[in-house]
């Protein structure tokens, strides 16, 4: 097969599909394109149903580790742009405990949007993974050059294995076929549409959560696993949508682009910061008998800086307008 290479940049009126549109991710996605006045955009969700609409954008319910499915959606659309957000996403104690899910089911979607689209001719994808994929021990802030450079934290190995074979597939279908697939690593990202289901959620929409419940039910204290020190670093999922917007209309090429804030801060103070922005009047207790995890994980984004793009939203900023989004959907 003839390698064919791709130079695009989206038109307005280009049929734009986002896998995933009514996760974080997807629908943040979907209301970046909105914004910046795109017109064709088609979104697919599987259970959730979206929560934003728009006269921009129609949504088609499809399970995407349906192959026949898959590439029957591909034939209808003819989609000339991918964003690929659609993923069996979860904390620690999901990743741990579905982990075959989290490999199957992963390995299965992505193949299908990828080698589909390949089939299909879309001339651009964009693929997400995550900062999971790197190692455990990776030196801090971590560089796109330390993927599979060591052992996976074990508790989500799977889903980082799967990540990897994803971010693999775009940059081998790019130079056997010579498709248009860039994939991107977004540190933890947080913001409307978060899940907050205690079992399953990540540490600051579970703080939301527990700060809030704390305040409702005037608890006097909160508590907190672990000795608060451990550093993570936090993007809102609109500085990640635009930044996804960014690269699809800027960026080509094998290198994956970290995405992240470039900051990093302790659980402690994030804790604070959340307690503060709720209203909780208690105290916070660090309960040490409980792991503390990787002590920092930080991603380098000078590659994403050197393409032009910086995020925008200051921590501070985005929790408030993400408490305020919980309270729209708690309050209902
Ligand atoms: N959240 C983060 O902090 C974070 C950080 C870094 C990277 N990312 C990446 O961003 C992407 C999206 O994450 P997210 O946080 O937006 O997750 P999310 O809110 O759980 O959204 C994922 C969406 O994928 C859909 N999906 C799952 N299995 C499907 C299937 N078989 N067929 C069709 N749709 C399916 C889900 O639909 P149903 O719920 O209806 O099944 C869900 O709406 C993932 O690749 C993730 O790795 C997220």
Request: hydrophobic share 40%; with cysteine.
């Amino acid at each position: 097969m003839g390698v064919t290479i791709y130079t695009a940049t989206m038109n307005k009126t280009d049929k734009i599909l986002v896998a995933g549109a009514a996760g974080m991710v997807g629908s943040a996605i979907v209301r970046a394109l909105v914004k910046d006045g795109y017109q064709n955009i088609t979104g697919t969700y599987r259970n959730r149903k979206p929560a934003f609409q728009s006269e921009k954008v129609d949504y088609l319910k499809i399970d995407l580790m349906n192959q026949e499915a898959t590439a029957e959606m591909y034939k209808t659309l003819a989609p000339d742009f991918v964003f690929y957000a659609a993923a069996k996403v979860g904390g620690i104690v999901a990743n741990n405990t579905y982990r075959a899910e989290f490999l199957y089911d992963n390995l299965m979607i992505q193949n299908n949007i990828v080698h589909q689209a390949y089939l299909a001719g879309v001339k651009k994808m964009l693929f997400l993974g995550s900062s999971c994929i790197y190692p455990k021990h990776a030196p801090q802030p971590i560089k796109e050059e330390y993927l599979l450079t060591g052992l996976l934290e074990y508790t989500n190995e799977p889903y980082a294995i799967a990540k990897i074979a994803g971010l693999k597939l775009c940059e081998n279908y790019n130079i056997q076929y010579g498709t248009n697939y860039i994939s991107a690593m977004p540190t933890n990202l947080y913001g409307p549409e978060d899940n907050y289901d205690l079992q399953n959620s990540h540490v600051l929409p579970a703080l939301i959560r527990k700060f809030h419940e704390a305040k409702i039910s005037k608890a006097e204290k909160v508590i907190i696993w672990g000795t608060g020190s451990p550093l993570r670093e936090f993007m809102h999922v609109d500085d990640l949508a635009n930044a996804c917007v960014f690269l699809m209309n800027t960026y080509e090429g094998n290198k994956f682009v970290n995405l992240g804030w470039g900051e990093d801060i302790s659980i402690k103070d994030l804790a604070i910061l959340i307690k503060n922005v709720v209203g909780f009047e208690g105290e916070l207790f660090f309960d040490t008998s409980k792991p503390d995890g990787t002590p920092r994980k930080l991603l380098d984004v000078s590659f994403m800086r050197s393409l032009g793009f910086h995020p925008s939203i200051r921590l501070e900023e985005g929790i408030k307008n993400t408490y305020a989004d919980f309270l729209r959907k708690f309050q209902q």
